[in-house]
Nanobody
Framework: QVQLVESGGGLVQAGGSLRLSCAAS????????MGWFRQAPGKEREFVAA????????NYADSVKGRFTISRDNADNTVYLQMNSLKPEDTAVYYC?????????????????WGQGTQVTVSS
């Protein structure tokens, strides 16, 4: 069993930055790809970014490439999402996710565990 707890969300002006953190409990953290998804009101949950179990491979949604950076610290069981140049369309609840596998994480069906979510609001 893995529990995921997000933090770092909040209200920021367009062009600003936020750093989300996800603290994981449980021994399977270092054996799972980790990632972030987001869900805006009235929309489906969508993939944002993922990092492989060693932290060496990453992938991003096209909408955040060049602005967001995902990383992980297996010693601290934590995954991060650095978000720069934020836009109003980035407003959503952001969810931390743990995959069933070492590398694959790009769809909600890949997710074994979800966090409770943290709200990110970007004002124009």
């Amino acid at each position: 069993q893995v529990q995921l707890v997000e933090s770092g969300g909040g209200l920021v002006q367009a062009g600003g930055s936020l750093r989300l953190s996800c603290a994981a409990s449980g021994r399977t953290f270092s054996n799972s790809a980790m990632g972030w998804f987001r869900q805006a009101p009235g929309k489906e949950r969508e993939f944002v970014a993922a990092v492989g179990w060693r932290g060496r491979s990453t992938n991003y949604a096209d909408s955040v490439k060049g602005r967001f950076t995902i990383s992980r610290d297996n010693a601290d069981n934590t995954v991060y999402l650095q978000m720069n140049s934020l836009k109003p369309e980035d407003t959503a609840v952001y969810y931390c996710a743990a995959s069933y596998s070492l590398y694959g994480l790009s769809d909600p069906t890949d997710v074994r565990y979800w966090g409770q979510g943290t709200q990110v609001t970007v004002s124009s």
